[in-house]
Nanobody, 115 residues
Framework: QVHVVESGGGLVQPGGSLRLSCAAS????????MGWYRQAPGKQRELVAD???????NYADSVKGRFTISRDNAKNSVYLQMNSLKSEDTAVYYC?????????WGQGTQVTVSS
């Protein structure tokens, strides 16, 4: 059974940093591409960043230069380091993977950027 669990969200002031973590189980992690998405109130869910099994990364234009996605295959985990946070980064952040063409999502973690 596949499980995806995010952690690390919270309240942070503009300009601050947060690191999100996502732990996956029930999969052969090292061959699985992973991604972070977010959904703000009243908006559609959007891709923030993803990382292939080989370590290639891709970012939304809105977060390039501020966010970094990484993975640790030994820990079956993927991370999202978020720096220089802005109010518009406020959203629920979701970890995503596709395993045998079936998408799996975590429960999400709230990130609120506010003074």
């Amino acid at each position: 059974q596949v499980h995806v669990v995010e952690s690390g969200g919270g309240l942070v002031q503009p300009g601050g940093s947060l690191r999100l973590s996502c732990a996956a189980s029930g999969i052969f992690f090292r061959v699985t591409d992973m991604g972070w998405y977010r959904q703000a109130p009243g908006k559609q869910r959007e891709l923030v960043a993803d990382i292939t099994s080989g370590g290639m990364t891709n970012y939304a234009d809105s977060v390039k230069g501020r966010f970094t996605i990484s993975r640790d295959n030994a820990k079956n985990s993927v991370y999202l380091q978020m720096n220089s946070l802005k109010s518009e980064d406020t959203a629920v952040y979701y970890c995503n993977l596709s395993y045998f063409r079936v998408p799996y999502w975590g429960q999400g973690t709230q990130v609120t950027v506010s003074s």
